[in-house]
């Protein structure tokens, strides 16, 4: 069952239903493809940090609306690895019959493996099998405030070291020689970056989680062992139903998620067989930062 909302400044422009107490909204009534009017996009923007995700039906976006879409939140990111859409760089194809996508199927956030991750992620569904494939989205607020106020302690100030490769491995991203030769690149271009592992949300100013099992390699004031269990005590933890959304797409959904406050998972539970194409846009963010 859900609820319904009306966001009203100045006047009503966006209706949400929402999807858990924690986590995820639909949003009603707007259409993506057109340049979104000042107090709709305010109102989204405020959707997005009190909800997380957002999803929109009936979107039927094309590359260049979608990174139009997104570039109103703030410029796009290039990626070093996934292939892109013809004429648009910045949309990110994710097509499971050309890609292997299994490292999708991890609880991870975007792109961490940058100095300044992504502030958001806009994903529209353009194959979608009739059943599987979902996608989860887990909140960074709900999992740390569900822990205890001893452990938050002791994980505030303590930072881990975060790298590409994690998700990224020579054996699936750099098998034929032009690919050997991005993937090597791309590890120049991306050497290991450092985030807090609690982080303060820039614009709510919320305590997160902020180490995801995609590209989280070390916490780095701790010993090795110490690091692997506290960091699979937290990966662990961050995957708890209470703190998720699960989402069954159709095609021409579109999926508007928080990167900073939020991981997410792919389910990988389709066969080879069935053809799933999703398109991402990703929105550059800041530094993370504890203090
Ligand atoms: O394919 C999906 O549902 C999500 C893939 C993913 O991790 C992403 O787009 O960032
Ligand atoms: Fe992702």
Redesign the pocket.
Known sequence: MSSSITLSSPKPSLTLSLLSPNIGAIVHGIDITQPLAPDTKQALETALLTHQVLFFRNQAVNPQQQAAFARQFGSLHIHPIFPQADDQPEI?I?DNQQTD?RD?AIW?T?VTFVESPPLG?V?AAKKVPDFG?D?LWSSSYAAFEALSPSFQTLLEGLTATHNLIQSFPKERFGNTPKAFEQWQQAQIDNPSVIHPVIRIHPVTKKKLIFVNEGFTTKINELSDTESKSVLAFLFAHIAQPEFTVRWHWQANDIAFWDNRATQ?Y?TNDYSSQTH?V?H?ATINGDKPFYT
């Open positions: 990110v994710l996508l999708n991870h975007d992620s994903l494939g996608t997410h792919a799933r999703m991402r």
